[in-house]
């Protein structure tokens, strides 16, 4: 169960209102490393989860906490739009420079949503659910959060680069620490689970002798000319989960060009297929 | 530049059609967890693969790999779909189970690619190619690929578990084992860049400073009675980055509830917006 | 700023759990009639709320209560899955009923989620965010909400029709209760903001001076034959918003058939067409 | 069965064609308050509609005016293409505006359509139909018409305001006199239909005694420090439908944490959670 | 400017209601190869039609007829669907083969549509109008309309053959008829601009002189061995514009592993790749 | 079984980066037009072959050399985005041109993929795999391919004439060869299968006899008037199968206007509808 109190985490100021780089702030809520991603799979995760209910917990209390983050760069983005044209004759006919805002835009910010926010990307393609990973297993679920949180960080400095407005790069600055922390907690989630020792290969319940063991730590390669491939340290040493040794091969097709059976009657085929 | 010699990677052979198998397969197909994902993610990030050439080669050389599993898979589906009906004159209609099994087919396998497999997942809906990430930055990528190779596992020995064909174990048994390898090859990788202290946090290579520290390794409790919220790795102790302590903060909102400027006028709104 | 208990709205009980009936629930939580919808549009409209705050107020609240609908849905949805087969050895095999129940699934439900809810509807295809009506237009946006709860409720109605099981349609009567306030809340919200005359044409702000008001209030009828269409309270009567009297023209077309300038060299064209 | 004679229902005159004019144009063609997105509603709501006729031959003929709506738009904007360049040797290096023009088009009607209209938003994201609401219950269908002539007037006007050009400007006059009618079309279907007081709450033909009515006209609170939210026509009153009072209440959860079985093994959970 | 007269192009009558191919025809209407999608690509080809008037002309009377066709399908769809149940109490509980039934259905066709026809495809995925190919080149239409064609009519094959329900193989019979009339008719506009030698390569207006014909009119050969790959019509004679004559080449690579120049600072790269 | 040499088939060169370009060259990637498209049908349709192997063997190696084609352009993205700003403060700032750069980008190459090419078309929109059609049938897959050569060649012709850069052009005339090569090499499989007489109507497996062919090459006009529609090579003659002679017909409705039955109680209808 969800409550609200309709303030902000932390404040959202903009001196000066900047469509363009409401664009790009879009990409932050409804990108694929955007906060209704993180929000909706830590929720997601959590009504699925199975086992120790202490993850349950974490996840829905970090679910709750990106909601109030989508709810700061929906302002953000209202604000930075105030500065957009809305009227070709007042405004846009005069001046060159506000036709150029209009090339800019995500022109859905204006037409659809009347200088609001979207749950769509920079380029104003909505978000898509099927981003929202929630495996049923919970290592493979924290993978999941460590890859989200990285490029959602690389996402939010990409945008701390492009805008010199002092609230906005302040409001960045609290969202890159935050991206820091899950980045770190997800990670220590893992290491609550057994750490890389004990968590891979995920599903660590999948029995491993049921696997073809000779390839489970094969870096193989597929050069062309049958050389190995560049060397590296997933081909020799230890293997991360502890349990084989990395080696190089060079592999040959197993198997044969593959034979279908000829097309059945009826089925549609050209008469040759059949 | 691409070559093939038309064989498969490893031998593809279906004892007992089993046309809802064939269904099931298609996840590991057209899946977000799927080969097409891991094929495509690992070439575009070559593609863009900045720094040590070593990380491209890696990344194009498993891309080629995967590219062939998509075969394999393809070939087992074309394989297990011959079981299905395609005439209801010949078979349906006098055969109950005939007509439960193309309830249970993935329809478009039939009417659309007369018994073949399509880029589409085990509900038959089609890949997304905005699953494909690549980022330019190569440890959020390697992140990305932990948590693609992850779920492929999952994935897998989920199918392992749904068949009883032999020839399907088998198969399965391959991809069970490059998918170990693949979870440790990007892990390795990732040790190969300096491990989770010189990785950590995503980008290692945006200073810090302009972070807002006092929260970058705080666990926020969302809690409503403002209660503390479980603790956990993720709240106490060094960092896994190496760089802070986690603790516990039960925040406030720092923002008031956010108030935009009225709508302008033109803009569409309502009167009493204005 | 979002707070969660964990806890559950209304006890969510599953006697005897129908997977079945679980890929139905799933229309409710991503499907476009669904909880995902409603929490997010709410959510959307509320953070580009123009005007008297009660509006936003009126929407964020109403928002977190649909985002506990989804939490709510979602673990009946884990919990009638609790009767899938995981494993064809042990059950499906034996068992031609599990192998039906395994053909009635949302696959993914089992491949990707493990037995847990997605945000996918019940043919298994994504939620699309593209469905988030936030227009800017607070009365617009009331009538998007009316039209939200009316499919919802609809959608409730047939999910209750569906199910034996006591404490599923013990939920259902509670979330088909809340959809009939929420019908009441919106079309509320509309009466608040000056009733059908005032509200009527929307947007209310754009001068009908400046529309051809020839057209405004007239029933146009396409008929092949030329005849006027089957009459109705919109071609008769005072208009709803009180502004004009409705009546029925057989139209004409006032334009020519359009004739485009030849296609430019250099743009791709036929030869012919340029 | 429809016909068509080729010609158009408003004469579409450009006089200055304005690339960028024709990418918010493209808002009117694919976007989801769009004519396609009309069109195609009126005409799958025409060919489900069950009970009086009379609700058919309304949809079925309104959807032909909707036709020929697309068709005037994808003139409007194959001619605002006109201006557009399509060889940089020509135009666009010896012109920096011819440059802006290129930046500020969908890159798609300029690559993909040779300067025609295409099926896409004005950020060139192709229509998706599932937002054709098309639900089986002529009262809900009402109201998702009113919503889709709502954002549509919307989005109209502020094409209006968008463009200098007076026929354009001339064209969109008649476009949003007739989503006025459109709007009032649907709203007088309500009434017809026996008004708010009997249609509502939809569907109307499950009784109420079924629903859990203690919560079928409150107003729940979900402010974090429960204190009731601000009050509104929503929470006090006769309800709109007439069969109730609003009423506010603070809800306690009623229901639990939720706890769900361990992870059955074989289901690709980790073994922890099993 | 469209009209219809509300009745349909060809008797649709069902014998026997057979949900199972409700969601079979579904295919046929909302699929990539349906009628949505020859009924608007004829239609936007049209609008976007430059150069001679005849072809505006043959796509617009073509769309208008593949309108009919969506609605016959979405009659034919509904027919089939007052086979299924809808309420659990009264039918599935009783019967198992009503509860393999519900399994079987395109879910949305119950729960969303209450027993109609949607946009979407057999497997329950919406119509995507990116589908719809309008590329201002008159001949390129014409390839995609007999592709179109060409997948339509095996679609309809595939479904004649799942049916017995006399009504619906006519309905079919029909429609596979128009099916090689449309086949034919794009064909033949092919022949009216010219046939293949004047038409081909698409676009004729490109002068040849600017491609690289040393590779115009060669196979190339990927064989991983090197060695040519089979030989064919397309390796040998004539090309089938007339232009060249078919070889064989087996080709090296021409260009190097390409290099990127190091990540930008401020680019959201690791330090490493700076 | 793929391998890769990681070289380019062709080399890539760019003199001065253009990251509009950049944006442009993204629709011959991502675009439905694009290399994505055909090396993944062209591989689905070889794993789906049956019949005849050779037509496998030409389809796998021709995927083979499309994915060397993507990897092209990748790299010529990735060059030419390597003029985009990536920091406000030390680029755009201080120049309004680098402002309109970066408003006419696709900002998702620069914020989601550090400057790298994605699998998006021009205007960021992901590529979807709908868009590979693999019917199963070997002739309708022809056809497909002939329509996927002829638009890319289209799109190409278009980008070789947006672009002044001297191994943009090269990189340009040397793709647009390879289309003009197989759009001949598909038309040729099409000869090699029997030519149009044998081909079609596809599929020729499809007896005739059960077809209606009254209607099987008549021309039908659904002009508003009844009058015939303007003739062409399409409505008189021999059929191009040479299984007919075209001819035209005035259509009238042979079906009366559809009737369905009352909506089912419990259905989710209106009271009204029932």
Redesign the interface.
Known sequence: ????????????RVEIPDP?FA??LQ?AI????GE?RVA?QY??QA????????F???L??T???E??H???L??AV??NL?GAP?????E??RD??A??????????N???????????????????????????????DM??N??AE??G???A????????DPGMK?ML??L??????H???W???L????G?SK????????S?E????????????????GSE??P???SEGR???GK?S?KTIV?Q??????????????????????
């Open positions: 169960m969800f409550y609200t109190d309709g303030k902000l985490q932390f404040p959202v363009q664009r790009a990409q409804g990108g694929v490393e209704i909706m929720f997601f009504c699925g989860a199975r086992g120790n209910p202490k349950r917990d974490l829905m209390n679910a709750a906490e909601l109030g989508i709810e700061m929906a302002t209202a604000l105030e809305v009227s070709v004759k007042d846009v006919a060159p420079v036709s150029a805002v209009l090339g800019g835009l995500n022109m859905k204006l037409l659809s949503a009347g200088l609001s926010a979207m749950p769509v990307d920079s380029d104003g393609v909505p978000f898509d659910m099927s981003h929202i990973y929630a495996s049923g297993n919970i290592a493979a993978t999941a460590v890859a990285s490029t960080r690389v996402l400095t990409r945008l701390f680069n492009l805008t010199t302040q600055s609290y890159i620490a935050r991206d820091t922390m980045q770190n907690q990670m220590a989630a290491e609550e689970l057994g890389a968590v891979f290969p995920i599903p660590n319940s999948f491993q049921q696997e073809m063991q000779d390839f489970s730590y094969a870096y193989l390669g597929f050069q062309r000319d491939p560049a590296g340290r997933w293997s991360i989960d084989g990395f592999p097709p197993m198997g044969e060009k593959p034979v279908l059976a000829p097309a059945k009657p009826n089925s549609g085929a050209q008469a040759e297929q059949i």
